[in-house]
């Protein structure tokens, strides 16, 4: 585990080429297919890269740390893959409307984006890491005009009862606004009212949950309406939202701008 960090050893901006993508997509296969259990098909298995066709269309926040890597490997320890509503061609959907309905939440004016594939290598989870990713977000919003942002947010597992307390607190006390929010698709929906009618315990319910998840609420994040599960990731997901200007004081303190982060080449 990397507890100390020299000065200059970590770098947090944007891909500016194909290899620095690639390694993401790396690091990505190893987080989500070979820890998490996700299923992949026999041509990602073989590439060992977890890809898409967003992933030309995205921008890709990485954390790299140049003391791991290599003249031909970039030693990327953390990624988000964002993508900006200007970036999407004609009709293109975002990712996150494969589960959830975003009809209302696209209404608003301006620019957007989807919040993806974020993850840290295992050697590299701790708070130093997370806060460089969390800065270069923060800058990404300042430099792109960033109204809104969005995207799921999983659980482990594909039992929803597993997560019940959470879920069920979730749907309590952080839906999004009305005419804002999202609502998992007719036939992928799951309520997450498990519990009977009991009120979720708040303690119990954020044991339950992700880190990334608890750092969603702490900025001051809302959920979508109901929870879809994902067999091939092997997780039960639901759509977080916030409109940039209700981030929480305490987020944009410790996140605000900085540098201006350099642009995709």
């Not at 944007?14 to 993401?24: C, I, M, S, T």
């Not at 939440?105 to 301006?110: A, M, N, R, S």
């Not at 840290?120 to 701790?126: D, F, I, K, L, S």
């Not at 900025?219 to 879809?228: E, F, K, T």
Request: proline share 6%; glycine share 6%; net charge neutral.
């Amino acid at each position: 585990m990397v507890s100390r960090m020299p000065p200059q050893r970590f770098e947090v901006r944007l891909a500016r080429h194909k290899a620095e993508v690639q390694a993401a997509q790396r690091l990505r296969y190893q987080v989500f297919y070979e820890e998490m259990g996700a299923r992949p098909a026999p041509e990602t298995a073989a590439m060992a890269r977890d890809c898409d066709l967003f992933d030309s269309l995205c921008d890709h926040l990485l954390v790299i740390d140049h003391c791991a890597r290599s003249d031909r490997t970039p030693g990327v320890v953390g990624t988000y893959r964002l993508t900006r509503r200007s970036r999407l061609p004609g009709n293109q959907e975002f990712y996150t409307e494969s589960e959830f309905d975003l009809c209302n939440l696209k209404q608003i004016p301006g620019e957007i984006v989807e919040l993806g594939r974020s993850c840290v290598h295992p050697e590299y989870r701790n708070r130093a890491i997370l806060d460089m990713l969390w800065r270069g977000l923060g800058n990404y919003i300042a430099n792109y005009d960033i109204r809104l942002m969005f995207g799921c947010a999983s659980f482990p597992g594909t039992d929803p009862d597993a997560v019940a307390e959470a879920l069920a607190f979730l749907d309590a006390h952080c839906l999004a606004p009305e005419t804002l929010r999202p609502r998992a698709r007719h036939g992928q929906y799951i309520s997450m009212r498990r519990l009977g009618g009991v009120l979720p315990d708040r303690r119990r319910a954020l044991r339950q949950m992700p880190p990334l998840i608890r750092g969603y609420l702490s900025a001051g994040c809302h959920v979508g309406d109901g929870a879809v599960i994902d067999t091939q990731f092997n997780t039960t997901d639901i759509c977080v939202m916030i409109e940039t200007e209700n981030l929480s004081d305490s987020y944009a303190r410790r996140y605000q701008p900085g540098a201006v982060m350099a642009n995709a080449a």
